[in-house]
């Protein structure tokens, strides 16, 4: 592509790299700042319904997910990749050059302590420091003259790539982001303690997944402490597949289990009702019997030669909670009574309810007490449920990453050379050098290279 397409030269622009970058950070901080999806309700609940559907309007509530957001990241990674394009050849072309090794030039200007004298002839002081710079540099070359003698190595050739290593690197944690919004999905399952699911509730009302494997609780433990709080909770769990059980492991707080990709979290647990609703018959103290809960049930009760029928059952009777309504026919006559689940708390709420509706008395029968129970109770267990397949694409673009910095910050592409001129019987040697970066680092290099000429031989100016 030519630098003079206007539309190449506005996506290789580092002003809009910079304008891109600032939108985002904005961006990540609204996200910070403002409830997201789920968490969104209560504080939408507090604005007015105007600014509500603005800012849903705006997608302020699920910024990440948001198309604008997207369009953002896309215009990011179009920058990143014209801007490398656009800039690769010169690095590519620094790290293929062969530089010529007799650079008389380099050595016009450096300073006297950059050059030593050696006892030893031209032709083997160069052999030894040839064979020095090949076991320590790359891309050795060597150029001998009548009186005279040249050797080049390098190192560090990579660090021209250090800042493509970085913008590849962002394009991989971008498209982990993608692939994890596109193909991943987040929810929630409860799964009573015996029981199996396969499907999961998406997070934000999205509907249900189904799984194409099931989980069973096979047991769900809990211990408190003396105050009732909970101490720790677990689950057990099996994996079901093609009714074979592949793997069985234990969930606990903050230590998830993979299985198929898919990672389940311990997030809650909770009791819920197990088996039918009984009505309770109570004769003082004295339990008369237990009745299973169902429309038309009739039931004796003894003693008053009297016969009870449930004809009707609530699961919520106003608001109160499950209900059953009796008709007690006896030869006083007939009696209707509503016996609820929890009529204790609801007389707490209520003072005097009892009195002022006697159809509210479960004891309006003389002498039997009715009350509603369940069968059993039993623990579910509350998963988290996540498959984030863009998990090891970010991984990796981090990974890719601090490979990057380490090549930016503390590497350089370094060049040296080594100009010996005879003298006589001995051999006047020179040491040069040239860096992309890191002037100090190479100072460092040309003084370990002088010390490894000086081996041997005697200083000279």
Partial sequence: MSKKNPVWSFFASVKLAIVLLILISAASIL??????????GPFISRLS????DVLRSLQLFNIFHSAWFMLLMALLATNLIVCSLNRFPAAWKCFRKEPEPDRADLFEQIPADQTVISETPLKEETDRLENLLKKKLKGVRRRDGTDHAYLYGEKGSYA????YIIHTSVLILMAGIVIGFLFGFEGYVDIPEGESAAAVALKGGGGTKSLDFAVRCDRFFIDFYENGMPKTYRSDLSFVKDGRVVKTSPVLVNHP????????????????PSGDPVLVVMEGDKKIKDVKVAIGMEFDLPGKKAKAQMIRVEENLMGMGPAVKLNIQSPAGQVQIWIFQAIEQ???VNPGLIERVPLFNPGLFKPYVFSLDQANKQYYTGLRVMQDPGVPVVATGALV???????????????????LDSR????RISVAGKSNKDAVGLDREIRKWLDAVKLNKESAS
């Avoid at 996200?31 to 969104?40: K, S």
């Avoid at 319904?49 to 509500?52: E, F, R, S, Y």
């Avoid at 021209?160 to 800042?163: A, E, I, Q, T, Y």
């Avoid at 299985?259 to 009791?271: D, L, S, T, V």
């Fill in 401 to 419: 990453m601090m490979i990057g910095f380490l090549v930016v910050f503390f590497s350089s592409h370094r060049q040296i050379w080594i100009r």
């Fill in 160 to 163: 021209h790539f250090g800042v």
């Fill in 49 to 52: 319904p105007g600014v509500a």
């Fill in 346 to 348: 609801i007389n707490q």
């Fill in 257 to 272: 289990v993979t299985f198929a990709g898919i990672r389940f979290y311990q997030a809650n647990y909770g009791m819920i």
């Fill in 31 to 40: 996200g910070t700042l403002i409830p997201q999806q789920e968490a969104a």
């Fill in 424 to 427: 006589g019987d001995k051999t």
